[in-house]
């Protein structure tokens, strides 16, 4: 065994792996490397790594022995049972105090499983999101690490070094809070990325089906709105995306297949708004228009069978692209609102203590949500740490306002054309839901009650009283269990 040379080691050396390991070298940080296949240590070792500060093993001791203490191991390795084999040949290896840091897309109930068993071994373990894909791996992904909060200050020099920074300079990076928190912000972040991406291509289909632009002018539109308030690394790449020709000329996004493809986390997110009761419409919306672009054949046979009864654009065309900005910031509002209500709930359940303006400043570089808007969201919980719901918010209340209209005359538009817009529709329900009084569930539970005894309460009396009804003169006074409201 060999003195410790490295301040940090890493496990996995794909794509994201080898990019993090070179970040991690390049801010100063000798770095240990270990891939279950050593010819991959070799080649990275003879290549991208060749004649820098890097330690590379082909067994594990030896790259545990290569550590200073307390000994920091960065996994970087496919979701699921990789993780758990690995921790068990790591525990052997370490000793008590050391970190083992799981940096890959772990579902956050493994991540609260796996902090409290390494915790049992007189370990720490930290669960961190890492976004940004392979470039901001390597030039400074988002970080949102959570686990044990001993570990903290010995990661923190590290990754704070190692994440994106904001305009203003301010690191991507804060302590996100106990065991699985890392891992459901990260989730979060995923499920919010494809409502983004979901209401981008809604617009593009209206444009495109509903006001008749070309790629060129869709371009042209996006390269606007990104120097406004929709300003964004998404609304940027849609703009690069529909000025790529192939090397036939062709426009390349005209070229591509209409069946979307998802690794999971979408769905992750929407079931556990479902777990905690938490109304994620516009997410679980985007999740499902995946699913439904993925039945191609059928969507195709239907085209041909079924006449639509949908119109012409009416009215100005460049209006309606300008009222079609308004609803997809209007709309993008709605989508944060409703992931924060998610993380609040979830805070509320797990026992975390999440810091609501820290994790909009996390989003704010390097991960693909990155926006200019999210500078406004970190003001608002600076306004007010306790805030309840974004669309209270005055600076988002007024901007929802001043939308409505424009938002409106969108979802109207739509309809006349049968052009679907799920994520659009569903974000303006929820305002619309959000800011009523009072909604007909007092008729649901007048239905309830009168099939299956479960009960209700009063407008005339205080929460937490509940009657029932014969509704028919023929029931009983037999009631089922009241309800949770």
């Known amino acids: 065994m060999h003195t410790p040379v490295s301040d940090i080691g890493l496990i996995g050396l794909a794509v994201m792996g080898e990019n993090l390991a070179l970040n991690i070298e390049s801010r100063g940080f000798p770095i240990s490397v270990y891939n279950r296949t050593a010819a991959k240590v070799e080649a990275f070792m003879n290549g991208r790594a060749k004649g820098k500060k890097f330690h590379g093993s082909t067994n594990l001791a030896d790259f545990v022995a290569s550590l200073k203490r307390p000994r920091q191991v960065i996994l970087l390795v496919k979701a699921g049972s990789a993780v758990d084999e690995l921790i068990e040949q790591l525990l052997p290896l370490l000793s008590p ?31 961190s999101g890492v976004s940004g894909g392979e470039e901001g791996a390597l030039k400074g992904p988002s970080l949102m690490p959570g686990g044990s909060p001993a570990a903290w200050p010995h990661l923190q020099p590290i990754f704070q070094a190692i994440c994106a920074k904001t305009p203003e300079g301010e690191p991507c990076c804060e302590w996100i809070g106990e065991n699985g928190a890392g891992h459901f912000v990260k989730m979060v972040h995923n499920g919010i990325e494809y409502g983004d991406m979901q209401l981008i291509g809604e617009v593009y289909d209206l444009l495109k089906r509903g006001a008749g632009l070309s790629n060129e002018e869709m371009h042209a539109v996006f390269a606007e709105w990104n120097q406004g308030e929709l300003d964004s690394y998404l609304i940027e790449i849609t703009r690069d995306i529909l000025a790529v ?107 975390w203590t999440l810091n609501n303006g820290g994790i909009a400043l996390v989003w704010r570089g390097g991960c693909i949500i990155r926006s200019a808007f999210l500078g406004d969201i970190k003001r608002a919980f600076d306004r007010n740490p306790d805030l309840v719901n974004l669309l209270v918010d005055p600076f988002f209340k007024q901007a929802l306002e001043a939308r409505q209209a424009a938002w409106r005359r969108v979802i109207v538009q739509a309809v006349q054309l049968g052009i679907p817009v799920p994520c659009l529709g569903s974000a303006l329900s929820y305002f619309d839901g959000y800011r009523t009084a009072r909604l007909p569930a007092n008729l649901l539970q007048a239905q309830r009650d009168y099939f299956g005894a479960h009960t209700y309460e009063r407008t005339d009396k205080p929460r937490g009283q509940f009657f029932h009804t014969n509704w028919t003169g023929r029931g009983g006074a037999t009631t089922s269990q009241t309800y949770t409201a």
């Open 245 to 351: 020709k192939d090397e036939s000329g062709r426009a390349v996004i005209d070229l591509i297949l209409d069946a979307a493809g998802q690794k999971g986390t979408g769905k992750w997110t929407v079931v556990s708004a479902l777990d905690d009761g938490t109304p994620l419409t516009l997410i679980s919306e985007a999740v499902f228009a995946r699913c439904l672009s993925a039945a191609k054949s059928e969507r195709v046979a239907a085209a041909q069978g079924i006449v639509p009864a949908g119109g012409a654009l009416t009215g100005d065309r460049t209006a309606f692209v300008q009222d079609l900005r308004q609803a997809l910031f209007a709309a993008k509002i709605v989508s944060y609102a409703q992931g924060y209500q998610l993380m609040r709930a979830a805070a509320k359940t797990h026992g």
């Open 97 to 127: 105090g050391d970190i083992i840091i799981d940096g890959g897309n772990s579902h956050f109930p493994d991540t609260i499983r796996r902090t409290r068993y390494v915790e049992s071994k007189g370990l720490l373990f930290v669960g």
